[in-house]
C-alpha cells in the first residue's frame, strides 16, 4: 500500500508550465501500474501495489488521520524543501505541497505555526515577481478558480487530456479536484485580504 493523496498522486499540473520536475508522479496511478508490473516480474510473484486515498483530497485524508489521533498532523512532514531547511524550521511555507497541506489543515481547524513563510497572512500583490511563494499561491488560486467556474466533465478533459488514463477514473478525479476547490475556497475566504488576489 502507497499512501498519497489524489491531488499529489495524479498531480494535474497547476499551469501549462509546470511538467517534470514541478509536477512529480512517483506516486501516480500509471507509474504505480507499471511499477506493479516490475515487481511481480522481478519478484515471481503476485503483487497488488493500492492507494486507498487515490480519489481523496488532502483535507479528506487529513480528517481520517484526526479521526485517529488529534495530535498526528503536527508529527507529518509535506514540505518539498524539508531536507534543505533550517533545523528549527519543518515546513518552507512556499511550495506547492506546504500550500495544500495548509489548507488541508486549516479546512480541518488545525492551525499549526510551522511555516518558514506565512504566505496566507502576507500581502501577496505586494511582494516581487520572482518570489516562490507569491507565484505558487497565484498559481494555486488559479487552479481552484478553473475547477470552481469549470463544471463539466468535458471542459476539464480539454483542459487536462492525462485524465483519459486507463489508471485513472475521470469522473472520481474531476470530484476530487472540485472539492479540494471548495476547501481551498473556504481556507482562502478566511483571509478577507487575499480577496483581490484569489477572486
Known amino acids: ?28 496511478p500509471e507509474f504505480v501500474d507499471v511499477m506493479n508490473s516490475i515487481l511481480e516480474i522481478a519478484l515471481s510473484h503476485d503483487i497488488k501495489i493500492q492507494n486507498p486515498y487515490l480519489y481523496m483530497t488532502k483535507a479528506e485524508v487529513v480528517s481520517t488521520a484526526l479521526s485517529k489521533d488529534l495530535n498526528m498532523i503536527e508529527h507529518t512532514i509535506s514540505c518539498f524543501r524539508s531536507a534543505r531547511l533550517p533545523a528549527s524550521q519543518t515546513h518552507c511555507g512556499s511550495c506547492i505541497p506546504c500550500l495544500i497541506r495548509r489548507i488541508a489543515n486549516e479546512f480541518n481547524g488545525v492551525m499549526l505555526k510551522e511555516y518558514g513563510i506565512d504566505i496566507l497572512s502576507e500581502n501577496v500583490a505586494s511582494l516581487g515577481p520572482d518570489n516562490d511563494a507569491k507565484r505558487n499561491f497565484i498559481e494555486l488560486a488559479e487552479f481552484v478558480r478553473f475547477f470552481e467556474s469549470t463544471t463539466t466533465e468535458a471542459e476539464i478533459l480539454m483542459e487536462y487530456p492525462e485524465l483519459v488514463n486507463e489508471n485513472i477514473d475521470a469522473a472520481q478525479a474531476t470530484n476530487m479536484y472540485h472539492r479540494f476547490a471548495k476547501e481551498a475556497r473556504t481556507v482562502f475566504n478566511r483571509y478577507p485580504h487575499l480577496s483581490s488576489v484569489v477572486a
Open 1 to 28: 500500500m502507497i499512501a498519497e493523496n489524489g491531488q499529489l498522486a495524479i498531480h494535474l499540473p497547476l499551469t501549462a508550465a509546470r511538467i517534470s520536475a514541478f509536477s512529480t508522479h512517483t506516486a501516480h
